[in-house]
């Protein structure tokens, strides 16, 4: 690998019984988590500054873990949702201010992953939508962040479907310290060939899981630099819904009687991932509902 490679490369029913090949799984009172994957892969991005650049992007897939006992594995009549989680050296693409002054990348910055599924259900592309956390940047060894996940998938053929990933895009806010603009990079970015690009494997099976319905439409709808409020939609099921369990970054924070939470106590200018899930008053839970990535404003005087 040339030398200037080198420095480049920094581095998701009632009786709430579940039938599968009509054997009873119960435990439904729990939680689902998401099953992480990852893979680094060498990418050569073409930037609005315009030389071509190369980035390794370290890519975590959270695969949905939703069939007890069965790591990454969805009832193929419930939709997928799958987290996105990249890292990548952008100190190529993005230079330092006047005179080497350190630049931010804002958290309105965001980046498109592709990826295609292939398996049982046929062949299919999708793309994940990602929010950057937002980064101080002043050398070529500084590290992004960004945060996301793709679309609900349906996959109504039972079997293994492999994540293959494909091509980013970047949209890069750079401002200076004081939050005065210094303009928009974008690039394209795509992988080298000759590389793994199987993330990892998505499992689908012929099972149904009988629980509350998950709730959807998550919003954020305040935030400060320490807090955020959110609201969400969720519907009723065989029993009455007591409440609503919220993750924050994968960890139980709150739990909450209505449709909205605000959360506090978080760090200003930093990137997180908030879940719902919806428990009745049996002690059933939901899975847990699709991620929303959001991020809080900084703190400026």
């Known amino acids: 690998m040339p030398e200037n490679r080198k420095t480049t490369r920094g581095l998701v029913r009632p009786l709430a019984l579940a039938l599968f090949c009509s054997t009873a799984l119960t435990g439904a009172a729990g939680t689902a988590t998401a099953t992480p994957v990852e893979r680094t892969l060498a990418y050569t991005c ?68 592709g990826a295609t599924l292939t398996g049982p259900s046929g062949t299919r592309t999708s793309s994940a939508a990602l929010t950057f956390a937002p980064t101080p940047v002043g050398g070529p060894g500084d590290v992004l962040r960004a945060a996301g996940g793709f679309p609900a998938m349906s996959f109504h053929q039972s079997g293994d ?104 106590g978080l760090a200003p200018d930093s990137l997180h991932r908030v879940k719902v899930v919806t428990r009745d008053i049996r002690g059933f839970r939901s899975a847990k509902s699709q991620g929303l990535v959001f991020t809080t404003p900084p703190a400026r005087g």
């Open 46 to 113: 073409a930037t609005s500054l315009g030389p071509e650049v190369p980035v390794d992007a370290r890519v975590t897939i959270g695969l949905p873990d939703e069939v007890f006992d069965r790591p990454g594995t969805v009832g193929n009549a419930d939709p997928a949702f799958l987290d996105a989680d990249v890292e990548l050296s952008l100190g190529a693409v993005v230079p330092g201010g006047p005179a080497g002054a350190v630049v931010r990348i804002d958290g309105d910055s965001t980046a498109t992953l």
């Open 161 to 264: 479907h492999a994540v293959h990933l494909d091509d980013l895009a970047l949209s890069l806010r750079v401002e200076r310290a004081d939050g005065t603009a210094l303009g928009t990079i974008t690039a394209t970015c795509a992988h080298d060939p000759g590389q793994d690009d199987v993330v990892g494997v998505l499992r689908s099976e012929s099972v149904i899981i009988e629980r509350p319905v998950r709730p959807s439409r998550l919003a954020v709808t305040a935030t400060t630099p320490t807090s955020a409020t959110l609201t969400w939609y969720a519907t009723p099921w065989w029993f009455e819904t007591w409440g609503y369990d919220v993750f924050l970054d994968d960890a139980p924070v709150a739990f909450a009687t209505g449709r909205q939470a605000t959360l506090t």
